[in-house]
């Protein structure tokens, strides 16, 4: 009896040990707690402290490794770099979050942008069940009250399924930020079959963080001229180039020879 309730004990043991791995192993998915492995293919973005060249009056610790780096650090955010703080790193001095951040919301704003207008030149229609009018909003603001809870759930669904994969990619401590596994190389997915020589494929990120950041100025403008108005920025912008009602002859305000 006492061989047989310390063998039961065994068994429930294991049996916990296996329950607590499998729910670690599901965790560990996310890798909350754990600090990444730093890895020094990947370069940092901060050097020693240097005449900026951007603003040559201040100093900076960029050092102009990573793509479209001038210096420009006013308010001295690269001396306090916070690293994968949801990986539970602390403060490594790598800027990585910072260039993944900013091409990640530059790559949104650009979508923006785009998503700002193209309703005026095509829009999905509606039906009854969601409003025949649903889609059919032509000011960005306006149209966030008509989009149906359904088509509200299929949108934030893909947005985090999308957040979930990148934050598993910067788990890799070789990730390079904003790198989506496209374009040339092996391993990529590369449909245009891209193949750039080493300075035309520093060209071209640097044209491409470069629409980020305009991009990311570009959607508060759009965002402004659609405040207060039921026309759309593409109606808008026609009706810059006609003559308003209003305008009359001069000869309206003036007698007629003068």
Known sequence: LIHDRSKTEDETKKMKACVIALALSGASAFNFGGAAKKSSKVPTGVGAERPSAALPWTTTVLDGSYVGDKGFDPLGFSKYAPGAWWFGEEGDGSLKIFREAELIHGRIAQLACLGWVFPELYHFPGNEKTGVDAYAAMNPFDAVDQIPSAAWTQILAFMASLEILRINRLKDPDYMPGDLGL?????????????????????????????????????????????????????????????????SPAGFYFPVGI
Not at 204 to 220: D, F, P, T, Y
């Open 183 to 247: 374009g040339q190389g092996e391993g990529r997915w590369n449909p245009f079959r891209f193949d750039y020589t080493p300075e035309e494929y520093e060209e071209k990120q640097l044209q491409e963080l470069e629409h980020c950041r305009l991009a990311m100025l570009g959607i508060v403008g759009l965002a402004a001229k659609s405040s207060g108005s039921d026309l759309g920025v593409l109606a808008q912008l026609g009706e810059s180039f006609s003559t308003p009602e209003y305008a």
